[in-house]
Structures are given as structure tokens and as C-alpha cells.
């Protein structure tokens, strides 16, 4: 993206990347809706209609501190992105399939895994049902895999052996079934 003719397309795409704005949103920014003190970005014109504030990511503030020239009007110079954007892609060796509102479904996804509301994503995004920020929400299966262990249950076992004999064991859930007879403490069979 630094490589791109298009000399603002870097910075643009990190704030797609930092807050999940639409295209739109991003491209027309302006100074007064960016409040640096406060760490946010107002948006007034929105898909939905409906006024909303962004905090900022210290990535979003440092790109957006950092652009030079007088802080009135539009944040970056009109004009369309589109073919800039999609050279870079082709550059980066991306799927050619990803257009710059996969840096919207990007956010979406990361934030939840980084333990983000789907409640928060919702209002951060702009959403009018939470079935549409599902929508944007996708995670990995290595992602559901650690939060499934996340909520382990550590439980006490009693295993017999072939000869009848009790042994007892602290497993944590998910086990995997032994050819060993398993049962509860309280000598009912578990529910695998």
C-alpha cells in the first residue's frame, strides 16, 4: 500500500483496517468529526442514517495526528481509491477476491477474537440488528477451539481397570473415552 501511486491509500486502509468504516465513512472524513483530544471519529452521514462515534485505536490517532497540511474539509483528497486499492492487492499477493470491504469484515472478525462484544461490534459498526453484525463476525475454527478450552471443567474420575480395580483421576473435559470403564464419583456413567 506505501508503494501505491495513490499516496494517501496507505493511511486510508489503516483506518479501514483500525475501525471497521464503511468505504464511504473513511473516504469522507472530515477534520471537524475528528476529535483528537477525545480519541474519537463522528460520523454524521451514515448508511444507517444514524449518528455514531468511533473511539480510536492508537494506530487510527498516530496515522491521523500525523497528516500534515491544514485540518479543514475532507481528511483525504477526493477521488476514487478503487483501482489503487485493488493494483496494491495484486501487489501484496492477496486474494483477488478481497475489495476494500473485507477491511470492514476484517475488523469485525478480529475484534471478536480478540474478545470484543458481538453487543459493541454492533454499535461500532453501525448495525441495525445484531443478525447482520453475525454477518461480519466470522471466526476461525482455531479461534472457537481456544474459547471452548477457555471454559474447561476440570472433573474427578474413578476408572476400573480390567481386574476391577478403582483408580481415580482429575481430567479436564473434552476426554477421550478409553477402552478403561469410566464413572462418576458417585458411580453413575458420565454423560461423553
Known sequence: MRASRTKHLHDVVVVALETGLRQAEVLGLE?????????????????????????MRQRVYEVLAARGGERKGRVWPVGNIRSAFEAAVETAQLDKEFTFHGCRRHFASWFVMQGGSLSALQQLL??????????????????????????????????????????????????????????SSDGRAPDF
Do not use: Q
Open 126 to 183: 453501525g448495525h441495525a440488528t445484531l443478525a447482520m453484525t453475525m454477518k461480519y463476525a466470522h471466526v476461525g475454527a482455531g479461534h472457537l477451539r481456544d474459547e471452548v478450552a477457555k471454559t474447561e471443567r476440570r472433573a474427578a474420575v474413578v476408572f476400573y481397570d480390567s481386574k476391577e480395580k478403582a483408580r481415580s483421576a482429575t481430567i479436564s473435559a473434552p476426554c477421550l473415552v478409553s477402552p478403561l470403564r469410566a464413572v
Open 31 to 55: 477534520w471537524n468529526r475528528i476529535d483528537l483530544s477525545r480519541g474519537v471519529i463522528r460520523l454524521e452521514k451514515t448508511k444507517s442514517g444514524k449518528r455514531r462515534e468511533v473511539p
